[in-house]
């Protein structure tokens, strides 16, 4: 079985020494002919590919399908891209129901739909969107917390090359939305609940590394959009209870918050300020290069028909070449987590015995040490590439940190080699003297390193330097972690200026604008607004009242065209009076008993008084309508456009024309442009 079933049950059931009544599956056959390793490898893959597969098929019940008439593409599944886009004018004010995120179109001359699975992936990729201010319907909802939990534990207990610790981050903000719905303040007020998410997203990469401090970066740094002061203050909270929780729960019975948390006794010397920044460098490079396979291996393998169309032959596969390569080796075999635990301990550490033979005792030792670390680094490497991206739960933190880990520990053998081979230069000082074999601790260049790979996989800077340092807890080695995670990030850019969140974000098509660039404008808002169309608008000239049928008919026109956080304006003599968002209007329809014969109020009357307080008037619209849209002048220059974009999390604005109502600009219409510029 995999190891990540085998290794921490039976250490629980005998946590006081060697745990005799623990048996294997080669011992169980022991009587028969075919009870030998064999039979412990044959039960090995098929416990991969088994719990892989259910993983799998429970990600997949999290399928959404939306309705689209733009051409995206993803990194696992075409969403919706082989054909032409959807003829811009549709005059037909007629309909025959609400198309819903879960409902196919049935118009066969639109395009295929876009499809994504809530539970697949890590999520912080759309967590990130989703704070921008773009909807994915579901996302965050009560089914998604439950199959990604249920769908997680099954796949870190398969054995795969993946982590749980990116995924906490998504389960994390999907208990704050849930939690929001719960008070009317949070959940009618999008402001407070991305404040809510931003924290609950900070609370997640706590639970994962144990660093309170280092949540609260991540959600200043990656997640957040607006972070106020009084949010800064509000995600500390969350994150120390956080802290505090887990410490209380002792989840690995090690009193640790984490099973990797390491501690260093020995300080470091200044001639391995070199070896620091080379891991850094390597780190750096490691991290664009997995970047760059991952968007070949997407644009090559996953393109194939079997592949894209069934998600559960690509798992299946990647999980039976997994158990065929890493049950030989005895570093890829075990967990992630455990692993990375085994690469940065040091060696004086009792806690922890070297099952693996990671510590040499000689010089003897290391090459064949290296010979073992390298063949694992080529495995772990290779599988961590096809494995992101798969239709299961899976994170990509930790699993880069163990390719990075393996790495350098490589390096930091090395180092320790070239020491003991030549003691007597004069540049080592007394460090051959410090201990038995040398002051060099191969586990500092692999905590060093993993850090590294990390941020030039995910770009994160400060907030990976305070992680490295809550997981250690030595002011010692500050000073390395920031140096190296520093070159790391300059060898990534310059490598490959996209993270692995904008690589996702990009080939999903995600309206995502970036709030840390700011891209040089030259022209005006005239210049991409789009002329208005009357069945995108809503009309109230001649009468307040609308009929329930013609709203519906414009909900569905931008159902299916995807548009499904935008909104209709509402116009009265072509002058704004108030705008109602597309899911506040499917609501209110849906709420109507008969639609059919209903005629909705879009403006408040004052003449008219509401006899019965306690029955609200479900044809009263006005309660779902925003009276002050945010509006802006057809000539308003294209950076202001972008910063109210960036900086509030809008997800359209409204365009002005000497005061009349002249278009509607999206999020998604201001980064397709943007986008088109860099390209020319």
């Not at 054909?83 to 129901?97: F, I, T, V, Y």
Request: some cysteine; hydrophobic content about 45%; proline content about 6%.
């Amino acid at each position: 079985m995999p190891m990540a079933l085998i290794a921490w049950p039976s250490q629980r059931c005998c946590p006081h020494g060697l745990c005799t009544d623990w048996r294997s599956w080669s011992e169980v056959f022991s009587g028969y002919p075919f009870g030998n390793r064999w039979t412990q490898f044959s039960f090995y893959v098929v416990a991969v590919v088994v719990l892989s597969a259910v993983a799998c098929l429970l990600t997949l019940n999290t399928k959404t399908i939306v309705p689209s008439a733009y051409r995206m593409s993803t990194l696992d599944e075409n969403l919706a891209a082989e054909h032409s886009q959807m003829p811009m004018d549709l005059d037909n004010e007629g309909g025959s129901g609400s198309v819903s995120p879960t409902q196919v179109p049935k118009d066969e001359s639109l395009p295929p739909p876009m499809v994504y699975y809530s539970a697949a992936g890590s999520g912080v990729a759309e967590v990130r969107v989703i704070l921008s201010g773009f909807v994915l319907h579901g996302f965050l909802g009560l089914k998604t917390l439950i199959v990604k939990s249920v769908g997680l534990i099954i796949s870190v207990a398969s054995g795969l090359s993946l982590g749980k610790e990116g995924p906490y981050v998504h389960i994390a903000t999907c208990i704050g939305n849930i939690c929001c719905r719960l008070f009317n303040k949070y959940d009618r007020n999008d402001a407070k609940r991305r404040e809510v998410l931003s924290a609950a997203a900070a609370a997640g990469v706590v639970v994962a590394f144990g660093a309170p401090i280092g949540g609260v970066l991540f959600g200043l740094e990656e997640v957040a959009y607006f972070f106020p002061a009084k949010t800064l203050f509000r995600t500390f909270f969350c994150c120390i209870v956080a802290a505090l929780s887990l410490k209380f729960l002792n989840p690995y019975g090690t009193h640790k918050i984490v099973l990797f948390e390491v501690r260093y006794k020995i300080d470091w010397e200044w001639f391995e300020l070199a070896g620091f920044i080379l891991v850094g460098i390597l780190g750096g490079a490691a991290g664009a290069f997995f970047i760059k396979a991952s968007r070949r291996w997407a644009l090559s393998f996953r393109k194939i028909n079997v592949i894209k169309k069934y998600p559960l032959v690509e798992v299946v596969l990647v999980a039976l070449v997994t158990g065929l390569i890493s049950y030989w080796n005895v570093l890829t075999k075990l967990p992630v987590a455990k692993l990375l635990l085994n690469l940065a301990a040091p060696c004086e550490n009792d806690e922890l015995d070297d099952e693996l033979g990671l510590c040499v005792s000689s010089i003897g030792d290391i090459p064949d040490v290296i010979l073992m670390l390298l063949a694992a680094f080529v495995i772990k490497g290779f599988l961590t590439i096809i494995t992101f991206g798969i239709k299961v739960p899976a994170g990509i933190y930790v699993p880069s940190m163990v390719v990075g880990g393996l790495m350098g520990r490589i390096i930091g053998h090395l180092v320790q080699w070239v020491v003991l081979r030549f003691p007597h230069w004069a540049i080592w000082g007394t460090c051959p003297l410090v201990q038995q074999s040398t002051c060099v601790q191969p586990g500092v260049y692999a905590l060093i390193a993993a850090g590294s790979t990390m941020c030039g996989v995910t770009r994160l800077s400060v907030t990976l330097a305070v992680i490295l340092f809550e997981l250690t807890g030595s002011l010692d080695y500050v000073l390395p972690f920031s140096l190296a995670i520093l070159v790391a990030k300059w060898t990534a850019d310059a490598l490959e200026p996209l993270s692995i969140y904008d690589l996702l974000t990009m080939m999903n098509s995600y309206p995502y604008l970036d709030n840390k660039h700011k891209p040089m404008f030259t022209g005006e808002l005239a210049d991409i607004v789009p002329r208005v169309r009357r069945e995108r608008v809503i009309d109230i000239t001649n009468s307040p009242l609308v009929p329930a049928t013609s709203l519906r008919a414009k909900l569905d026109l931008l159902h299916k065209a995807g548009e499904l956080d935008g909104g209709l304006p509402i116009l009265r003599d072509d002058v704004l009076v108030g705008l109602i968002p597309a899911p506040d209007l499917e609501y209110a329809l849906d709420n109507l008993n008969d639609e059919s014969s209903s005629l909705c109020l879009m403006v408040h009357i004052p003449n008219i008084d509401d006899e019965d307080a306690d029955s609200p008037d479900p044809t009263d619209f006005t309660q779902y309508i925003d009276p002050a849209p945010v509006a802006l002048d057809i000539k308003s220059p294209l950076e202001l456009v972008h910063e109210c974009f960036a900086k509030l999390g809008l997800r359209y604005i409204c365009v002005l024309k000497n005061g009349r109502y002249a278009g509607m600009v999206r999020s998604l219409l201001l980064h397709t442009f943007y986008s088109y510029l860099t390209a020319i």
